[in-house]
């Protein structure tokens, strides 16, 4: 039988990246000895009253079908969180709800792009933007985050990347893998592009509120750019609601228009009890992120300590996030190489980094939203597998 070219544009590199990561999770659920830290899942259950709420709610009978763009009252939430973020002040008609900030980007990518059209976006780059923006039938055109500048956003390469074809620049701040928090003068620098080239960014802004370094600059903060800007937001790192599936997009309301009539013909709106928990979420349990990044902060630092300890490696501590990228040119291996054997010799499971672009080649993430204990027992066998080499 015969399949539409769309099931190829899905395809590619960065589905594959997950291959490694599929056949330990498999295992883990029969292996207690793998330690996955290939994702970033959050090892902490969800804050009680979020969970609590969506308890009351089911009780209640809340299970019909909701408004497909999101309940008022949690779009008028998610505005005075972009308030806080961005400062600048929208309205519920400038809010879409969407089931994860994934649902978020593919609704974006296909509102804005069609055939023909190409968008750039940074590399390496977060594994499912590829079929992400390809979805559309757009080109992605990749601009190299070089390791030996740290992964820094440079303005002469991102110029040259666009053409009379480019519709929108993706951006990640801060940016997953590399943990790279962009600075003001970098955030201008696409926003004064986008503007000249007359692009729309998408600004995909999850890790916002898990900092250890630097400021966190809001593309839409910025002055005339609000216009052309989406910006993406969830709960799933900072309030570890990852199987939920809440997240949104800001943006101009005519393009929140066409996303609500995207979610029309693919959601039909998040159930009610998951909205009126993200509700809670969203201002009971503010200071959730907090707590967090401290915890973040000491498993990163944990991490690095070890990890630069071992002949071969070297990593530099992200600024933000949940993710770490150690540099294995070091070893001798490629980095599929590596993490292949890895997995086989220790049950550790990281992400090849190669699969989320060139600019990743040569280096793994891995994540350290595992207990310490787990995570310290994962740099030992790091270590332990790379000496043996």
């Given at each position: 039988?015969?399949?539409s ?23 883990s ?9 290939s ?9 009680a ?30 505005a005075?969180?972009?308030l ?6 929208v ?9 994860g ?21 940074f ?46 620049i993706f951006?990640?701040?801060?940016h ?52 052309r ?21 800001v ?5 929140i ?11 039909y709106?998040?159930?009610?009890f998951?909205q ?18 401290g ?26 996030g ?20 890895l997995y086989?010799?220790?049950k550790v ?9 060139a ?31």
């Amino acid at each position: 039988m015969k399949y539409s070219d769309f099931v190829n544009r899905i395809a590619g590199k960065g589905a594959s990246a997950w291959e490694l990561h599929n056949k330990a999770d498999a295992e883990s659920r029969i292996n207690d000895d793998v330690i996955m830290l290939s994702i970033g899942d959050p090892e902490f259950d969800t804050p009680a009253p979020i969970v609590a709420k969506a308890i009351e709610r089911l009780n209640a009978g809340d299970t019909h079908y909701t408004g497909v763009s999101g309940r008022e009252t949690l779009k008028l939430a998610i505005a005075r969180d972009h308030l806080r973020l961005a400062g600048r002040r929208v309205g519920s008609e400038n809010v879409v709800v969407l089931a994860g900030a994934q649902n978020a980007l593919l609704a974006t990518s296909m509102c804005i792009a069609e055939p023909g059209d190409e968008i750039v976006t940074f590399d390496p780059m977060y594994a499912t933007y590829e079929a992400t923006i390809k979805a559309s039938g757009a080109e992605l055109r990749p601009v190299r985050l070089d390791a030996a500048t740290g992964f820094r956003l440079d303005r002469e390469t991102l110029a040259a990347a666009i053409t009379p074809r480019t519709r929108a620049i993706f951006l990640t701040n801060p940016h997953n893998p590399t943990g790279v928090v962009a600075t003001r003068d970098e955030v201008q620098m696409v926003a004064d592009l986008a503007r000249a080239h007359d692009l729309w960014i998408v600004s995909d802004e999850v890790y916002a509120d898990l900092l250890f370094d630097g400021e966190h600059v809001a593309m839409a903060s910025l002055d005339g750019i609000a216009e052309r800007t989406v910006t993406i937001g969830s709960l799933s790192k900072s309030r570890n609601m990852p199987g939920w599936r809440v997240g949104w997009a800001v943006g101009p309301a005519e393009l929140i228009a066409h996303q609500a009539n995207f979610a029309l013909c693919m959601l039909y709106g998040l159930p009610g009890f998951i909205q009126d928990a993200a509700l809670v979420a969203l201002e009971e349990c503010a200071d959730e992120p907090v707590r967090l990044t401290g915890i973040y902060r000491q498993r990163r630092d944990t991490a690095v300590r070890l990890l630069n300890q071992v002949p071969g490696l070297t990593c530099t501590p992200p600024q933000a996030g949940m993710f770490l990228m150690v540099d294995v040119r070091g070893t001798g291996l490629s980095s599929d190489e590596y993490c292949r054997g890895l997995y086989e010799h220790t049950k550790v499971a990281v992400l090849d980094a190669a699969g989320l672009g060139a600019g990743g080649d040569g280096f793994f993430r891995m994540s350290y939203t595992t207990s310490q204990e787990k995570l310290t027992e994962a740099c030992a066998r790091i270590a332990e597998y790379t000496n043996s080499l």
